[in-house]
Each structure stands twice: as C-alpha cells, then as structure tokens.
C-alpha cells in the first residue's frame, strides 16, 4: 500500500517528466458472453505496442468489488487512499461544479425531496425533478440570510444542489439529515464535536427558512443535507512527491480534484486534440501530467458501446504525440469502469499499462482487460501507480541502509 | 500480511527442515529493451526443474516502488515487516561492521563533513575523504572521553564511521544532528522523550569534544551524527516461528541482521561451496537455514552483466547439493533487484521459488523474472514467505475451529 510518508521521506529531485493519462470508465465488460469489452473491440496498436514494451496489470481503484465515485477513484490514481483521505460529498459536489470553495467554507450536498402534510419523506429525490427546476427553486433558496456567514446555494442537476456556509469559526464534524428511508422526516444536523455546535445550528437555521419557503412546491416541497464538510486540506502533490503538477482536464470535477491535490489546472479545450496541445505547450513547465478524457465514461453510462470504441480509438491515434514529448514514465490507466453493459461505474479492475525504460516489460503485448490480466503488475491497488512512476523516474531513495 | 502474533500462536513442532537460498540482488533488467535479464540470460537448468516442479511469483521486498536497502529487505524476507520493525541506522552500520553490539548501547550512524569558519555546514560528506583519512580521524576521536559511559568510534568507509556509547541508563529516542542541508551548522541533539535527556546530553559533550579535536582538519573538520538508536530487540525467530535457525553468510551485514533475529551466525568461508559444506555439516542442527550469497549483488552494483550471469550458473550448479540434504522446503529468492543496468538496488520485484512435497506447483518451468510473474504466487509481499514456509512444513495449526 502505498504510504504519503514514506513517499515525503524518500523523494528526491530529478527532471523526468511522468504523464499520467487517464481514459475515464475505460474498463468494460462484453455486450454477450464471451464477446469483445470495449477496448478488446477497439482497433489500438499504439497502445498495444506501448504494452508490449511496458508492464501491464488491472488495478483496483478502493478495494475488491467496490464501484468507485470518480473522486474517491481519482484520489487512488494519485496515491492519496481513498479510504484514509475521505472528501465530504459536498466538498466534491462544489468543486465539480466549479464553486470556488475557500478553507473556511462548509459546503454540503443538497437533495431536493418530497415530504407529507405531516413532514414525513415520500420521495428521496422529488421525481428527480428537472434541472430547469432546481433552477428556480435555487433563486428562491437565495433569499436565505443568517447572520455572521455569506450563504452560497448552487445547481448541481435534477434534484441536487450545493449548499456553502462562509464565515469564520465554522467547523465539519456534521451530521447528515437524509435519514434514507420513506416514511420518515429528515433529522437535524447534529454536531459530532463541539466545535461544531455552532455550525449545525446555523444548517438547522438555514433548513427552517427552506422548508417554509418550499412548503407550497411541488413535488420539491423540502430538502435533506449530505456531506456536510469542509475541505480536508490534503497534502499537496509537490509536498508529497516534490512534483510540479498539471492537470489537463475540461471537466469542472476532475479539475476540482486536481486543485484540491494543489496541481496548476491549465486551460484547455474539450477535444482530445486540444488536451495534447495543452501537454505539449506547457510540456517544459511541469514533473507531472494529469490528462484526463472524459468522453469514454460519458459513453458507458449512455450504453452506446460502439461510440466508447470510438473514442477508445481516437485516444490511441494521440498516443503518439505523446509519445514524441519523449516522457520517461507514460502511464494509460482510468479511474474505473463504466461498461456500457451497465450504464453504470463498476467495480471491475481497470486496464493499466506503465511504460518507462526501468520499467522490466513482461510478455502483454495488447492493451485490453485479457491482455493486462496476463500483465506482471497483476491484479494491483491503483494507490501503488505513483509509487511505480516515482520509482521509474529515479526519485525514491533506498529505505533503509 | 504476515502477522508475527498469528504465527506465535499458530505455530507446532515438527521435525522438517527449511532451507532459505537468498541470491543478493538476484532481479535484474535487460540492458537493451526486449533483451534479457541476468537471470534469463543465465543457464539454470537446476533452478529451472525446480521451478517446474514448485510454486513461483515475485516478491515485493517493502512495497511497490521501494528500493530497499539490506536491513529492510532482510527483515522483511524473515517476516518481519520492515515499515513496522524499524532498525536504526547506528544499529545497522554498527552490525554491518561487525561490531559486538550490547542491549544497552546507542549506536549512531556518523558522518564527517566540512563546516566554514561560522560552523555553517558546506559539505555533508567531508568530500568524500578516502577510508585511510578516516582511520586516521577515528584514532583521534578516539581520545574523547565522557563520565560513566564507555565509547567506541569504529570506521565504516571514506565519510563513514559508527559511534556507540555503552553504559547504565543510556536510552534510544534521540534527534538527529543532520539538518540534510548546506549553510547551516549541525543540530544538537534532542530528546524525544524525558529518559533520553542524559543519553542526548553525553552525545552532545562528545560533539563539542569532536568538533575541538577536528577544527584544524581539512576537509573533515566536524561531524553529523545519524539514526541514534538501541538495539530495537527483535522477537527471535525462535520465539516468532519455533525455529532454531542459523545463518550461513560470510558478509558482516548479514550476520549482523541474523544475529538480530536470534539465528545463530555460522562460521563459514566466503566461497558458495563453503557455504554449502557449513550447511551440510549443521544440517541436523537447526530447522531453518538462511544461506546468503553475495557476489551476484556486488556484481550487479559493479554494472558487471556477465560477471553477474556466471555467479548465478555457479549457484545453480550448486543446488543439487542442497536438494541431495532433501530439506522438506527450499525456497530461493533475494532480498532485492540489483539490475547491472543501475548499478543499484532497485525497486523491482524478486523472481522467487518455494519448492515442498505440498507447494501445489503452477506452471513455471523457467526461474526468471518474466517465468515468476507468470506464477501462482503472483506479485505478493516479501513477508507472505516465512508463513508459507511454515505451512509447507505443516508447522502451522489451524486457525479457529
């Protein structure tokens, strides 16, 4: 398991440049048994030639069978276990929409639901409501005020929104009030630690405000909190590994990770080809890439098979314009699957290559789910792929004499 | 994970025989890509029947993309997770020398370096003095003498040397005097906690006393002292397995790890065919034998490919005498990688071998890196070793009903 520690510990400075190239819900599964995952359908051969000269394996973004959120599954591709470092949802859900979150801030993961004349929950999610009408419901939400704290209530989708309190003295350390049953009425947010206190009772005030000022809606008459938190304020990748860190991403969420982990979010375009402009302008600028292609994931969860191939086809024809920065470690992994089988992320292990001149190849010479499971990294926690690429590039020192 | 407790409680008598090859820094890489490595370049038709007939995979000395160094590396082979069973590096470099190491002493790593006329440090490493200047430095630190505690300065190389104090009372604890930056002088050290307020006392009296003696030496004109530390008292294998073990190693450091462990430190010669006559004579002595080769490391550290090919065509021809003894376990392994191409220990895994009547085989039949990561065991932790020893010599009682 990897261990931020030992990792503080043992770094030393090099000028290798590592690019981490993540192809989001890449792992699949066959439409009929015995068939073709995705990227086994795809026509790949500059990711099967990188694979021959690299090491493969299928890694495991939390643990075996665990179907990872894609910060949570994020977090692990850069080290941090997921598990240990914990990001309230609110936290995510404000920095996937782009909220500029401050350390002071405590943001929350709003549900928009149904309640009964008595108060009691008929329906967690208000008939998933649509987007236009979080919207509205959003401006009235604005007319909130509490004193001592700015208040922040933003759109997220459907029935979701975010919920920031800015101030000073606010502390996490919450309970949440979706009591996840019917039948039932939302609880109040309670303080675990009495720093808290204060913080709970400014969410109960803000919640009594909501519940007069939906009562007449429907069906969105009430809303549940989740995640009540504040930025955990992780260690930052420069300090853990002494990486000068870029991500290349275009969408809000993947660029909220990388900011929370303390990497320059470069300007880029949403087409791939954009992306790889944006590595190769700023190539000379940075130790560590984070590149991520949205599209893949997009199309897993639309079931369109056929159109994830595709992408996983044009990912391959940029290989080489990586290729030609000449890295010392490339890496191609994701941070899940979504087999459009499923529609869904999944829990299966994702397809990994590392190439690197130390890397010691072994016999995978197809970058396909089959193919890295015969790899010499085996079945392997996707925490242990910054050790690997710090390895590769020569900057651990020996533990111990 | 192997659990020393689970072993303590696990483990029964028996009458059968472990036997422990450790080829030093056995891994390897190819010094082209696509060629290979020392290993698979090597004829091992002996190792290679083994492998066949036994169970295979590499094995993973600290964790992924560690180098390990010896100490580590070694504790981890016997069991003893390295992260958690921590040597200091005073112990180490005093064992490492062969120094006759008491409970009560404080070892601690020295270093000579050079200081300006402000006592500012300007090189960590004195300009690497050659070990002769050493020598000659250590006879006059010899001089220092401090109330109630005996002291001993012994040379290890060029800007090395080992510090002990021996005495009542000493205690482990302590900070270290290297700030690991130029332009600054030396730390005093500091005492973690209250029972080492003396112990770090007496070593500052013998910082002063040093820096006196060496202020006009030119470059080595002052000291940083390193990993201050007691003998940390490892549980003895004995203790932890049941087994009365010996050791058959010709180099000091790896007598000196034994001789932590509890094993009892054979006297040997420093050629392979000595080793394997100590190991004959004693055979029915002992129950487990850790028999240590050297040069393949040295070899590989000398970014010697061939030399290290034909150490490793020496040990193969070597094991039918081993297996003619028909220890009911051999195992062969390393303790870590030493590529020719790094000329370093490196990070990558370990081709290893366990050979029983009860191994279930898989299907290696080539002892190689790319063989072993094709094996059954797969990539596993160095410390998943003993136990299964154990339990190929049925030693291991079932746990819970």
């Known amino acids: 398991m990897a261990d931020l520690e030992l990792m503080r510990e043992l770094q030393i400075a090099s000028e290798s440049k590592i690019v981490m190239l993540v192809i989001d819900g890449l792992g699949g599964l066959p439409m009929e048994p015995g068939g073709p995952t995705e990227l086994e359908a795809a026509r790949t051969p500059n990711l099967d030639h990188l694979a021959a000269r690299g090491l493969c394996g299928l890694s495991v973004p939390i643990g075996p069978g665990i179907t990872p959120g894609s910060g949570p599954a994020h977090l692990a ?214 590149v991520h292609v949205k599209k893949t994931d997009s199309a897993g969860e639309d079931g369109d098979f056929e159109r994830k191939v595709s992408i996983i086809e044009h990912v391959d024809e940029l290989v080489p314009a990586i290729l030609d920065l000449k890295p010392e470690v490339l890496i191609v992994t994701s941070d899940h699957s979504t087999p459009a089988l499923l529609r869904l992320h999944s829990w299966h292990p994702v397809p990994t290559l590392l190439h690197s001149r130390y890397c010691r190849a072994d016999q995978t010479d197809e970058f396909s789910e089959r193919g890295c499971s015969r790899g010499a990294l085996g079945r392997f926690p996707a925490v242990d792929l910054m050790p690997l690429a710090m390895a590769n590039t020569l900057r651990l020192a020996k533990y111990g004499a």
């Open 77 to 290: 591709l850069f080290g941090y276990d997921p598990l240990k470092y914990e990001i309230g949802r609110g936290v995510l859900e404000a920095l996937g929409i782009g909220f500029d979150l401050h350390d002071e801030d405590v943001a929350a993961r709003g549900n928009f639901c149904t309640v009964d004349e008595k108060g009691l929950i008929t329906d967690r999610r208000a008939g998933r409501i649509p987007t236009e009408k979080n919207v509205e419901l959003v401006k009235l939400l604005r007319g909130i005020k509490l004193s001592g704290v700015h208040i922040f209530v933003e759109t997220v989708k459907e029935y979701r929104f975010v919920l920031v309190l800015r101030g000073e003295g606010l502390e996490g350390g919450l309970t949440e009030t979706d009591p996840q049953q019917l039948g039932v009425p939302p609880l109040p947010v309670e303080a675990l630690v009495p720093e808290a206190e204060r913080t709970a009772q400014l969410f109960n005030q803000w919640i009594a405000q909501a519940r007069k000022i939906l009562a007449d809606q429907r069906p969105a008459n009430m809303v549940n909190l989740r995640g009540l938190a504040k930025n955990p304020g992780l260690p930052s990748m420069e300090e853990v590994y002494g990486l000068r860190s870029a991500a290349i991403a275009s969408y809000p969420m993947y660029r909220g990770v990388a900011k929370l982990l303390g990497m320059d979010v470069l300007d880029t375009g949403e087409a791939l080809e954009e992306e790889v402009e944006t590595l190769q302008a700023h190539f000379a600028d940075y130790d560590f890439f984070f």
